[in-house]
């Protein structure tokens, strides 16, 4: 809640200062990414600690493997996006299409931060009692997805905010 806070904060800045910017709205735009970022560590903590309980160890390669494939997909529609937003044809002028880009990554991380929100964490889970070879993490990949509700729910968390946070670096042209 309180990194979500600092996006929309930063999108109502921008909004209500989209016709002259301060001085002061660089470093309070800095000021609070760093809030946003240093809150990113403290929350990972949390993240890693229900992803711990709610897939078994034997699914979790299987959940990171999908997690970067299906963010590198996403990027490549990220990256349309992107363009179109910063070109000519989007009819969007400074700052309101880098408001656009900022308004879109907090939309989608809200809808990662909703789906991981959801997710039940048990008080227990058996661990996996023999390992498996790689290639079959990814064969039962589909059926992970498929079958188990907590895991859908992460990687939709996972995809979403991965793709939320591909426009952070069109920020700092906005600086």
């Given at each position: 809640i309180f990194r979500v806070g600092i996006l929309v904060a930063i999108?109502?800045?921008?909004?209500?200062?989209?016709t002259s910017m301060p001085v002061w709205f660089g470093a309070a735009?800095?000021?609070l990414f760093f809030l946003y970022w240093t809150a990113?560590?403290?929350?990972?903590?949390?993240?890693y600690e229900?992803?711990?309980?709610?897939?078994?160890?034997?699914?979790?390669?299987?959940i990171f493997a999908w997690r970067q494939?299906?963010?590198?997909?996403?990027?490549?529609v990220a990256g349309f996006v992107v363009t179109w937003a910063l070109s000519d044809h989007s009819g969007m002028v400074f700052p309101v299409n880098y408001l656009f880009l900022l308004s879109l990554m907090?939309?989608?991380?809200?809808?990662?931060?909703?789906?991981?929100?959801?997710?039940?964490?048990?008080?227990?889970?058996?661990t996996a009692t023999r390992r498996r070879p790689w290639?079959?993490?990814f064969r039962m990949g589909t059926r992970f997805v498929r079958d188990?509700?907590?895991?859908?729910?992460?990687?939709?968390?996972?995809?979403?905010?991965a793709i939320g946070v591909m426009a952070t670096p069109f920020l700092v042209p906005y600086l």
């Open positions: 999108c109502l800045m921008m909004w209500l200062l989209r735009f800095v000021g990113g560590g403290f929350s990972g903590v949390a993240w229900v992803l711990s309980k709610t897939v078994q160890p034997h699914r979790r390669p299987a494939t299906g963010a590198g997909l996403f990027a490549l907090t939309g989608l991380i809200i809808i990662g931060m909703g789906a991981f929100v959801i997710v039940r964490e048990p008080y227990d889970y058996e290639k079959q993490y188990d509700r907590n895991y859908r729910r992460i990687l939709l968390g996972q995809f979403a905010f």
